[in-house]
């Protein structure tokens, strides 16, 4: 009779190599799950007053024609320029295209401007003229047969200013939009130069790093938290849907 062998049934401890590896994908999934929440924490912090200004200055442009419409106040005036500068304006254009425009009583009429038109330079002496009348100025213009016109946009304003190049007459129209127009070009980064522009593309950035960090957040809770995927299928869905209302109305 052979004697009896014991029977280990106990599970083999797993080999130190596999035990380094599982504690090391721990170890870099805690480090990259402490990264995403700083990235996201890092761009909310620094930009959470610029998101909530866009936010509201993008509800005030939706309402731009109703609740929150610009408040247009136009300024018109009108000089006469030397007539030692008229031949400077008898210069020969490239090319000439232009409508039937007239000089309406009280002033011009800008909407029955040529739809075609030659730029070219405006006459130093011109400009130097404009400047000493504390008028804009610039150094290229639109030319037409009859006239040189030229538009300078400015935050929450503009600027126009014609010149009938037979007589001189100047036409000089100043149009502001108050602080709704003001607002307005800043939302939409116009007229303010290059600093804000290059501002709003780090926000956008910043936006993008914000969101995909909050997504990358979400699926990390999504376990505890069963409604988040069809909160966030409902957000993707709902602007698709009246996006193709929209598009099947028309």
Same mark, same amino acid.
């Given at each position: 009779?052979h004697?009896s $062998?014991?029977?280990n049934n106990?599970?083999?401890?797993?080999?130190?190599?596999?035990?380094?590896? *599982?504690?090391?994908?721990?170890?870099?999934?805690? %480090? +990259?799950?402490?990264?995403?929440? @700083?990235?996201?924490w +890092?761009? /909310?912090?620094?930009?959470?007053?610029?998101? @909530?200004?866009?936010?509201? !200055?993008?509800?005030?442009?939706? =309402?731009?024609?109703? %609740?929150?419409?610009?408040h247009?106040? !136009?300024?018109?005036?009108?000089?006469? #320029?030397?007539?030692?500068?008229?031949?400077?304006?008898?210069?020969? #254009?490239?090319?000439?295209?232009?409508?039937? +425009?007239?000089?309406k009583?009280?002033?011009?009429?800008?909407?029955?401007?040529?739809?075609?038109?030659?730029?070219?330079?405006?006459?130093?002496? &011109?400009v130097q003229?404009?400047?000493?009348?504390?008028?804009?100025?610039?150094?290229q /213009?639109?030319?037409?047969?009859?006239?040189?016109?030229? &538009?300078?946009?400015?935050?929450?304003?503009?600027?126009? #200013?014609?010149?009938? *190049?037979?007589?001189?007459?100047?036409?000089?129209?100043h149009? $502001?939009?108050?602080?709704?127009?003001?607002?307005?070009?800043?939302?939409r980064?116009? =007229?303010?130069?290059?600093?804000?522009?290059?501002? %709003?593309?780090?926000?956008?950035?910043?936006? %993008?790093?914000?969101?995909?960090?909050?997504?990358w957040?979400?699926q990390?809770? /999504?376990?505890? *938290?069963?409604?988040?995927?069809?909160?966030?299928?409902?957000?993707?869905?709902?602007?698709?849907?009246?996006?193709?209302?929209? @598009?099947?109305?028309?």
């Open positions: 009779m004697p $062998s014991s029977v106990s599970v083999p401890e797993p080999a130190p190599q596999s035990a380094n590896s *599982r504690k090391n994908v721990t170890s870099f999934h805690t %480090i +990259v799950k402490k990264q995403v929440r @700083l990235w996201h +890092v761009s /909310a912090a620094i930009f959470c007053v610029t998101m @909530l200004l866009f936010s509201v !200055t993008g509800f005030m442009m939706n =309402h731009g024609h109703d %609740i929150f419409a610009p247009l106040t !136009t300024t018109e005036k009108q000089f006469e #320029l030397p007539q030692d500068l008229l031949p400077a304006l008898q210069q020969p #254009l490239k090319k000439a295209d232009e409508k039937s +425009v007239k000089v009583e009280g002033g011009f009429d800008w909407g029955q401007l040529a739809s075609q038109e030659v730029s070219q330079p405006l006459p130093e002496n &011109v003229w404009l400047k000493s009348q504390h008028l804009p100025a610039k150094k /213009a639109f030319w037409t047969d009859k006239f040189v016109y030229f &538009v300078t946009p400015k935050l929450g304003m503009r600027d126009r #200013l014609l010149i009938e *190049r037979d007589n001189g007459h100047v036409h000089y129209e149009t $502001s939009r108050g602080w709704i127009g003001f607002i307005d070009d800043l939302h980064g116009g =007229h303010v130069g290059t600093g804000w522009p290059l501002f %709003i593309d780090v926000f956008a950035i910043a936006c %993008i790093i914000f969101s995909i960090s909050g997504i957040l979400l990390i809770h /999504a376990r505890k *938290r069963p409604s988040t995927w069809p909160l966030v299928a409902l957000g993707l869905a709902v602007p698709i849907v009246i996006i193709l209302v929209a @598009l099947h109305s028309h």
